[in-house]
Nanobody
Framework: QVQLVESGGGLVQPGGSLRLSCAASGNIFSCYAMGWYRQGPGKQRELVAS???????NYADFVKGRFTIFRDNAKNTPHLQMNSLKPEDTAVYYC??????????WGQGTQVTVSS
């Protein structure tokens, strides 16, 4: 069993920063990737960033160097540092992990609102 609890969302002005965290627990040794999707108003859910157990990192084009995904020493708690936030970053951000024989497990989502 794998569970994800994410935190760090909130309201921030354009140009500001937020850090999202995703605490993973349970039987996670078969999990090989973690990251975030987001879903803005009237939009489809889209991948933001991911990181694998091998250290491979992928970013969506719209991040444009503004976001950084990293994980702690336990390798089961990723963080998404979001800098230079734009109004179009407003969305619910969903942490996920992909695990062998389990599939995809989702966090509960956290709201990020970028507005002046």
């Amino acid at each position: 069993q794998v569970q994800l609890v994410e935190s760090g969302g909130g309201l921030v002005q354009p140009g500001g920063s937020l850090r999202l965290s995703c605490a993973a627990s349970g039987n996670i040794f078969s999990c090989y990737a973690m990251g975030w999707y987001r879903q803005g108003p009237g939009k489809q859910r889209e991948l933001v960033a991911s990181i694998t157990t091998g250290g491979t990192i992928n970013y969506a084009d719209f991040v444009k160097g503004r976001f950084t995904i990293f994980r702690d020493n336990a390798k089961n708690t990723p963080h998404l540092q979001m800098n230079s936030l734009k109004p179009e970053d407003t969305a619910v951000y969903y942490c996920y992990t992909t695990c062998q024989r389990i599939g995809v497990v989702w966090g509960q989502g956290t709201q990020v609102t970028v507005s002046s």
